[in-house]
């Protein structure tokens, strides 16, 4: 089964991710993810993306695109996947049509305010990248990650004016892609604000494991 999860920032779609994964046995694909490893094992197009970074320029939607595919075509994702912060606009999404047209598109809706407050009270550990909310999921001791012991800290991104600044970002250019995929008759809508276990109860309902 394949999956585009679409929403704003703070809207559950990695957490939720992590849980599908796990329980249908396919890769959870994020292109930062992508992006990293070909600049890790310098491929070619990791290679122009690095330089294209390092210059301070956007990696063009060709280029992302031919990145998406390449990791399609790796073994684990035989069975299906789910791509977490892909396609981010209308022409990577008219590209990634002439590379799998088999998808199913999950769209988290979740109000401004809800968003705001997750990811302004949201602390990641420093070591283990271990998530935490200190009113939602605190750690058990203030400060210190459960697992590892690691320094808990709040990201710049996660600050208000970053936040708001990412919203403005998923409106203009992502946002759109809710009416493209609805006309294609694509696209499901679940709610964000609820929380992950809950959700993934919803999810296995609406799209059940073959």
Do not use: W
């Not at 992302?64 to 790796?74: A, G, I, S």
């Not at 073994?75 to 990577?92: E, M, S, V, Y």
């Not at 590209?95 to 088999?102: E, K, P, R, W």
């Amino acid at each position: 089964m394949n999956f585009i999860f679409l929403g704003p920032p703070g809207a559950g779609k990695g957490s939720l991710a992590v849980k599908v994964a796990e329980e249908y046995k396919i890769p959870h694909i994020s292109t930062g993810d992508i992006f990293r490893a070909n600049i890790k094992n310098q491929t070619e197009l990791g290679k122009k993306v690095d330089a294209i970074i390092k210059s301070g320029g956007l990696v063009s939607d060709d280029i992302t695109c031919e990145l998406v595919k390449n990791r399609l075509e790796e073994a684990d994702c035989k069975n299906g996947f789910i791509l977490d912060g892909f396609p981010r606009t209308i022409p990577q999404a008219e590209m990634f049509t002439s590379i799998c047209n088999d998808v199913s598109v999950v769209n988290f809706e979740i109000a401004d305010d809800v968003v705001i407050k997750r990811l302004s009270t949201r602390r990641v550990c420093k070591e283990c990248k271990e998530n935490y909310n200190i009113i939602t999921l605190p750690p058990k001791k203030e400060g210190v990650c459960d697992k590892c012991g690691g320094e808990l800290f709040q990201r710049e991104d996660d600050k208000q004016e970053s936040i708001l600044h990412r919203m403005e970002v998923y409106r203009e250019q992502t946002e759109p892609l809710i009416d493209f995929y609805r006309k294609k008759s694509q696209i499901t809508d679940i709610d964000g604000a609820t929380q992950t276990s809950e959700l993934l109860s919803e999810f296995k309902k609406l799209f059940s494991a073959k």
